[in-house]
């Protein structure tokens, strides 16, 4: 029996805390094994780190002083650079729990002073050892003769050798994990090359210098392949390199090249995602900058099409059937996991994902690998059956993406440190403030005079349905709104509008000041994007019914059924004019163009260039748009001539592991813009024993 106190457990059976298990969160610690698990997998926590930790666990909620640990992890004759030594052990068991120490759950820091463990823990006594079930003695069996006791012993004996067998120890599965790089990169693609040995995979330092790499788990040298810029899609059995190029945002281009070397050949336009077919005769692609987004299988034969996004599209080793993943919402990687065949007979394997990244077949061609996350962003590796039955295969330390399996039933995974962050000019100062709150912090919309911002967390910290924030220019602190997703912030900052997680169809209008919340259908709408209106009475809003196109749309805040725009035309990154006459924004064939607001002909601004919108000038003479790419550039399009100024470039200082800036919202007198970028930081690893090799015929 255990009493808890204050978050913490008492076990008064068992004094000796060496002997037990102590639990908090995920984590189990065995401090007489020395031993750190998560969800039953050991963690590699040696040294130093694993002796601050049993420090910290023996004292829970206690501050304890950098000098008590200083004498508890190193001894008195020791001569060691005390102050970098303890700061390089605590930022290891941060890495190993996961934690940080701008939003600690486990290891909280009090400045100059010590160290604190916040986490309620409990203690239980070590695993009972199984018992083993022995046939009966020779002395009880003599004392009942009878003329059938053979049978009876011998029934004794099979029903001891049974139980026996049900209660021995499971073997688990021993993992073998070959680390494939050391540096510090964002790894984009991977895939094994046709020997299921060696390993190609695209990654990068910093923005603009992905490059393709070849390595191997027996040296721990990369060689470069070149091909600076491109990223990997895929790798034929023959060795044949599937390249995707980004010389244009809307123009990706689908090359392939030997792996031994030579001239890339060009194969197609807009295609962002491919995966060889196996007898490399033709491919399954993706086509991104259509709307809808399209899966071609084989190449030009549409099979098919979604309103929201797809991603890692795989060919199954028949040849008849690709699994993918589908997003529903633009921006968000939730979704589910989809196979379609040649027919475009498509089936729903698992669904309801709130993080989805990586997928491939197992080599039997019976199950789908992926690696996702119900809630929040640290996803582990599951496998689902062709009937949709799903089960986990592993869960390791922080976030995983699966990014091959090898006909001998090698995986290939990575492991992130991904997060995404924050930013802030106020003012015109040239000095960026840092407003990340939780892990995943995205800046939705600021009010007119920049005093209100909108973002949504989607991570770890959003909890199961995300979570929306407001932050004031003169607050210390964010301040909850509601779950969701962030939508639009009115033009006075008073009211915020926010889309439930797991329905597209309804939108929550949000009193920022005292009142009641209110919610607005969409009458069957599936909503994309919405932008208020400078009047603050309608939404511009983007999106579909069932069945139907994706269009552009006006609806009143009083609940009427949204009206669609007088065009065919469909429209990202929108922004409204002033005078609310005039929509800007980019179409499908990714062009700059004007729409009237109560619809008509396109008057496309002829730039030469692909940019995101951002907002109208002042003056409604110009736009204020944003290029794709590390540093963003900002620049001022003359809506006469066409002609693009450039205006500002923005980048956090420490660009390592930084592959996306987002639109930057604005303030109306340009002098105050907050941005989101997301910086990931890969570790990329080939694990054995997850899955049984293949049998041989």
């Known amino acids: ?69 200083r004498d508890r992890l190193w001894a008195a004759d020791t001569f060691v650079d005390f102050e970098s030594g303890l700061n390089t052990a605590v930022n290891r068991l941060r890495l190993a729990l996961g934690d940080s120490a701008e939003h600690p759950r486990y290891i909280g820091t009090l400045a100059r002073s010590g160290y604190q463990f916040l986490a309620p823990i409990s203690e239980a006594p070590p695993p009972v050892e199984e018992a083993s079930v022995a046939p009966p003695a020779p002395s009880e069996a003599r004392q009942r003769p009878s003329s059938r ?33 050391f540096r510090r990169l964002f790894i984009q693609a991977a895939r094994f090359a046709p020997d299921g040995e060696s390993v190609i995979y695209a990654a990068g330092e910093q923005p603009g210098n992905r490059e393709l790499y070849v390595a191997n788990t027996l040296s721990p040298e990369s060689r470069p ?22 010389s244009d945002p809307m123009q990706d281009g689908l090359v392939r090249v030997p792996l031994n070397g030579g001239a890339p050949l060009p194969l197609d ?23 809808p987004t399209t899966l071609e299988f084989p190449r030009g034969q549409k099979i098919f099409q979604s309103a929201g996004w797809l991603s890692d599209v795989r060919i199954s080793a028949s040849g008849k059937e690709v699994a993918f993943i589908e997003h529903l919402i633009r921006g968000d990687d939730g979704g589910s996991v989809m196979v379609v065949d040649a027919t475009g007979a498509v089936r729903t394997l698992s669904g309801g994902w709130a993080s989805a990244d990586g997928l491939a077949w197992a080599p039997s061609g019976r199950e789908v690998w992926f690696t996702a996350a119900r809630t929040g962003a640290i996803r582990s590796l599951y496998a689902v059956s062709l009937t949709g039955k799903v089960r986990l295969a592993a869960s390791f330390l922080g976030p995983l993406t699966l990014r091959d399996i090898s006909r001998s039933g090698r995986v290939l995974i990575s492991r992130e440190q991904l997060r995404i962050m924050m930013t802030g000019i106020f003012n015109g100062d040239n000095k960026e403030k840092d407003l990340s709150w939780f892990d995943f912090s995205h800046a939705a919309d600021i009010s007119e005079d920049g005093r209100v911002i909108l973002f949504d967390e989607t991570g770890e910290g959003g909890g199961a349905h995300h979570a929306v924030y407001i932050w004031r220019s003169d607050a210390a602190s964010a301040m909850r709104v509601g779950d969701g997703y962030a939508m639009a912030l009115s033009p006075d900052g ?22 009641q919340s209110r919610t607005l259908s969409g009458h069957g709408l599936t909503y994309d994007w919405v932008r208020f209106f400078p009047s603050g009475q309608r939404l511009l809003a983007g999106g579909s019914f069932p ?35 005039l929509i800007a924004g980019v179409d499908a064939e990714g062009r700059l163009v004007l729409l009237p607001a109560t619809g008509g002909d396109l008057k496309v601004i002829a730039t030469g260039f692909t940019a995101r919108v951002l907002r109208w000038s002042k003056s409604g003479k110009a736009l204020l748009a944003q290029t794709d790419g590390v540093p963003a550039k900002l620049l001022r399009v003359d809506l006469a001539t066409g002609k693009a100024t450039p ?18 919202v604005l303030s109306a007198d340009e002098r105050t813009m907050v941005y989101s970028f997301r910086r990931n930081l890969s570790e990329l690893f080939v694990v054995d024993g997850l899955m049984p090799a293949p049998a041989r015929h």
């Open 1 to 69: 029996m255990y009493k808890s106190v204050e978050g913490s457990a008492i076990c008064p059976m068992h004094d000796n805390r060496n002997n037990g298990v102590i639990r908090f969160g995920a984590f189990e610690f065995r401090p007489g094994a020395g031993e750190l698990r998560k969800h039953g997998i050991k963690i590699r926590l040696q040294g130093k780190p694993l002796q601050l930790l049993q420090a910290l666990l023996d004292r829970p909620g206690e501050v304890i002083a950098r000098e008590e640990l």
């Open 149 to 181: 006791w053979p049978i009876g012993v011998a029934a004794a004996l099979v029903l001891a050798l049974g139980l026996q067998f049900w209660l021995r120890p499971r073997p688990v599965p021993q993992l073998a994990f070959h680390e494939v790089t």
């Open 225 to 246: 392949l070149g091909f600076r810029g491109a990223t990997l899609a895929s790798v034929s059995h023959s060795g044949e390199l599937a390249l995707v190029t980004y």
């Open 269 to 291: 336009r807009n295609v962002c995602c491919a995966d060889w077919s196996p007898d490399g005769a033709t491919m399954a692609v993706i086509r991104p900058n259509m709307w």
């Open 494 to 515: 008073s009211e915020a509008v926010t889309m439930p997680d797991g329905d597209q169809t309804r939108l929550n209008l949000v009193p920022l000041t005292p009142g």
């Open 547 to 581: 069945g139907g196109p994706l269009r552009v749309f006006i609806q009143a805040l009083d609940g009427r059924k949204p009206v669609p725009v007088n065009t065919s035309a469909y429209l990202e990154h929108p922004a409204i004019s002033p005078d609310g006459t």
């Open 647 to 664: 205006w500002k470039e923005i980048a956090p200082s420490d660009l390592a592991g930084v592959n996306t800036i987002w639109p930057v």
